[in-house]
């Protein structure tokens, strides 16, 4: 189904929450844009009620606008529909939030059920189409990133993971992305990013092979520079590294005591695998205690290596990746458009006082992708498995993952339905491919260059093959090597 501008613009987060507004101002503007309008009893009623419990003032709250202005959290919707539901009879189900429904819908939606009338209003609840339909101006890379697959299956564990590289390795797609991942099932496919891309060299000939990430602070980077070295070998000169810094205190069982320091050691450990790549040698201290000269064998095909820093935190991390003159691998699961668009101009920013070209930098976002040629068909396939990726990262839902944890099934279900509609509309790249194109036209405008299209989320392998046909026609369109019309 095909969003809203308005409607885009409350998933992506990019409407202000009214509880971050200066009062005197949001008034101001509202007389200034005749936003205020007669209220029946019943709407005023329900606009008083509907401020405390969101936390607004009343007065920035409109009947005629698409209750979804107000921006609110999944708790508080919750809040918010049990309310309703316990004083009128109606709560305002997940669907007919995102899909615009105001107050004043709200309150036809009661008077009809006190008064016996027309009791279905929602086809009125849906806001017109006002997509973009305009063409990229620029290319935009895709890439296949692999994080979460169920590694339950006693045979064919990395079926899906090769046929997928063979594909893109003979579509045209940039690279693939292998990530490092310890100890836990979620992921757990992928406890090193070497050995897999080692296996995916020998079995391609075109595609970059990528760690997504390396977690450096857990390993000497010594080792880091060897067996990555093998696979540059092994792949002619196709390796690139993005390198993170761990976030899981479980992880550094392999490496304990740089728990505290991890972020200072991914510094150093980029420094020292560059220094190693391109031919240089470091002093070591050796079994014997003699300090020894070293250098790494085999020799990369490669003299210079392109260093990605992860960067799924604050504004510091992008602060930091600039100064450094890395690239970036970025992430929508906790921030939104706005947000990420703030943090690479601060990005660039960085890049140019520490003497880079601050339009260089290759931005790489990472997406939930699955596309196919019916919208609705798409959301069949994608809302199971994406529900329960939802539901098992609730442990990364930070500061709301307690209170997550102390709510019963049906309100923990409502609030994974809400996180789902949510990160299905604006925050991955499921849908068909005109959907796609219009979200890939706004990333490129934030000044992002790459998709990294994470598949293995628990679809079905043969839907996952399926859909990459949609995805190489979205490569072929945002290249201009294809256009819209010619896509059916």
């Known amino acids: 189904m095909q969003r809203s501008l308005a409607k885009r613009q409350f998933l992506e987060g990019t409407l202000e929450p009214l509880a971050s507004i200066d009062l005197s101002r949001a008034l101001a503007a509202a007389a200034e844009h005749g936003v205020e309008e007669s209220r029946t009893p019943l709407e005023k009623e329900l606009c ?6 969101v936390e607004v003032d009343a007065r920035l709250i409109s009947c005629i606008k698409p ?14 529909t049990l309310a309703l539901e316990s004083t009128y009879g109606y709560g305002v189900s997940v669907e007919q939030y995102f899909d615009g429904v105001t107050i004043r819908d709200i309150a036809r939606k009661i008077g009809d059920r006190r008064t016996g009338g027309e009791n279905n209003v929602q086809g009125s609840l849906r806001p017109k189409n006002q997509g973009d339909d305009s063409m990229p101006t620029k290319t935009m890379q895709f890439s296949l990133m692999f994080f979460s697959s169920d590694s339950s299956a006693h045979q064919g564990k990395y079926d899906l993971v090769m046929q997928c590289a063979k594909y893109a390795d003979q579509a045209g797609l940039t690279s693939v ?37 390396v977690i450096s602070p857990l390993q000497n980077p010594i080792r880091i ?5 093998i696979v540059d070998n092994l792949s002619d000169g196709r390796v690139d590294l993005a390198f993170g810094q761990g976030w899981n205190p479980n992880d550094f069982v392999l490496a304990p005591d740089v728990f505290e320091k991890r972020l200072e050691r991914l510094h150093s450990d980029i420094r020292d695998v560059r220094a190693l790549w391109s031919g240089g040698s470091m002093v070591r201290r050796n079994g014997i205690g003699n300090d020894t000269e070293i250098r790494i064998f085999p020799a990369p095909v490669q003299k210079d290596l392109n260093i990605w820093i992860t960067c799924s935190g604050g504004k510091e991390r992008f602060e930091e990746a600039g100064a450094s003159g890395a690239n970036i691998l970025t992430a ?76 019963g099934a049906v309100e923990r279900r409502h609030i994974i339905e809400f996180a789902f509609e949510r990160y299905f509309g604006s925050q991955s790249l499921c849908g068909t491919v005109e959907h ?26 043969q839907e996952v093959l399926r859909s990459l046909k949609a995805l190489s026609r ?15």
């Open 48 to 53: 008083e009620a509907i401020a405390e419990i």
């Open 67 to 80: 209750l979804h202005d107000l921006n609110i959290d999944s708790l508080s919707h919750l809040r918010l």
């Open 177 to 213: 992305w292998l990530p490092e991942r310890h100890f836990h099932r979620f992921g757990g496919l992928y406890p090193n990013p070497s050995v897999l891309a080692g296996a995916l060299a020998v079995s391609t000939s075109n595609i970059r092979l990528r760690a997504g990430s």
């Open 225 to 229: 520079a060897e067996e990555w070295s």
């Open 332 to 407: 929508m699961l906790f921030q939104n458009k706005k947000e990420l668009e703030e943090k690479l101009k601060i990005y660039r920013e960085a890049r140019s006082r520490n003497g880079f070209d601050p339009k260089g930098g290759h931005v790489t976002l990472m997406l939930h992708t699955f596309l196919g040629e019916d919208a609705s068909e798409v959301r069949e396939i994608v809302r199971p498995p994406l529900m329960k990726y939802l539901e098992d990262s609730i442990d990364l839902w930070g500061k709301n993952a307690k209170q997550l944890s102390g709510l």
């Open 436 to 461: 796609a194109r219009t979200m890939v036209t706004e990333l490129q405008s934030l000044g992002v260059d790459e998709i990294a299209c994470l598949v293995d989320f628990g679809a079905p392998s």
């Open 474 to 488: 979205l490569n072929r369109i945002s290249n201009g090597e294809e256009t819209m019309a010619l896509a059916v």
